[in-house]
């Protein structure tokens, strides 16, 4: 619940900082980019994946995609 003059609002799952949409495009980055080899791809899908299930926010997982394209590019 919230204080002050919003007090009566209950807030469920308002995304104000769109992490999921940053996520599913991080996801879809990883999917298509070109210089990166199927096996790369593969092992940072598993690794969103195991993210997701270990129940890190969809903020932290999208920054995780995003830094370990970027290392592979190194």
């Known amino acids: 619940m919230v204080q002050g003059p919003y007090k ?3 807030y469920y799952g308002m995304d104000i900082h769109y ?4 996520l599913k495009y ?3 980055k990883v999917k298509s980019e070109p210089g990166l080899s199927e096996e790369d791809k593969n092992a940072i899908l598993e690794y ?3 993210l997701q299930s270990q129940g890190l926010s969809a903020g932290r997982v999208a ?3 995003y830094s370990l394209l970027v290392l592979s590019a190194i």
Do not use: F
């Not at 992490?19 to 940053?22: D, G, L, P």
């Open 8 to 10: 009566n609002y209950v």
């Open 19 to 22: 992490t999921e949409r940053k």
């Open 26 to 28: 991080a996801v879809e």
């Open 48 to 50: 969103v994946r195991k």
């Open 63 to 65: 920054k995780y995609a």
